[in-house]
């Protein structure tokens, strides 16, 4: 894998060079200037692109804007501080292929790079709650409300329920398994038949299902 990484936090980019190459990627270029970033991807045809969304030259969207004019198909992906929902959604918009934080686990941010250069698109999972909002919004605007519908839900469990409702707050696995005191793998199970149950396929989905229809009211333990 090759990345190229635009980035003005010199700090930053070191480490996360050193940490990406002690992995065996290749970064070709870690570079804080906007326009160099935008040569650079002309030229070498990077695997993926990671972006900052703050930079003082330009911002990560500006980048991303002109780098999809030149390269509609290449991989490019935020790595941000930045949970602000617009920025998600401008990113996505755009054509980001990925919006990651830069709190993530390293491994965690690895197997997103893999994800988003075999093709996928990932978002971050502390994210779930902004693009559920989001996606509620744009329902409500394109039709009438719907209408809670229980049975739906019907076939959830009672941890399962308590875990969907997490999922809606955008909460990562290693969360949810911390604050209900069981391990990761359970969480993951119990996420894996949540999806299963309510016929979608993703957290995102999920987590849509639960706000839509007022799920978790009352449900979530505080």
């Known amino acids: 894998m090759r990345i190229l990484l635009i980035d003005d936090h010199a700090l930053f980019r070191f480490g996360l060079r050193e940490l990406l190459e002690r ?84 491994d965690e941010l690895i197997a997103a790079l893999r994800e988003i250069v075999a093709g996928g698109t990932v978002v971050s999972k502390e994210l779930t ?24 839900f019907a076939e959830l469990t009672p941890r399962e329920r308590e875990i969907l409702c997490h999922l809606a707050e955008g909460e990562s696995n290693k969360v949810i398994a911390r604050d209900l005191g069981i391990s990761d793998g359970t969480v993951k199970l119990h996420v894996k038949s949540i999806l299963r149950k309510l016929q979608v396929h993703s957290r995102v989905e999920a987590a849509v299902m639960a706000v839509k229809f007022n799920a978790c009211q009352g449900d979530k333990q505080q």
Request: charged share 30%; glycine share 4%.
């Open 23 to 106: 992995r065996s990627i290749e970064v070709l270029e870690a570079t804080g200037d906007c326009e160099e970033g935008i040569r650079l991807a002309r030229e070498q045809h990077p695997d993926v692109v990671l972006l900052d969304m703050r930079m003082p030259q330009m911002s990560g969207i500006e980048v991303l804007r002109r780098l999809r004019e030149d390269h509609p198909q290449m991989p490019i992906a935020l790595l941000t501080t930045s949970q602000d929902e617009q920025d998600v959604l401008n990113s996505l918009q755009y054509g980001a292929n990925g919006y990651l934080l830069k709190d993530m686990e390293p």
């Open 129 to 152: 709650a902004v693009l559920a909002r989001a996606a509620v919004r744009q329902d409500e605007n394109d039709q009438a409300p719907a209408e809670a519908d229980d049975d739906s």
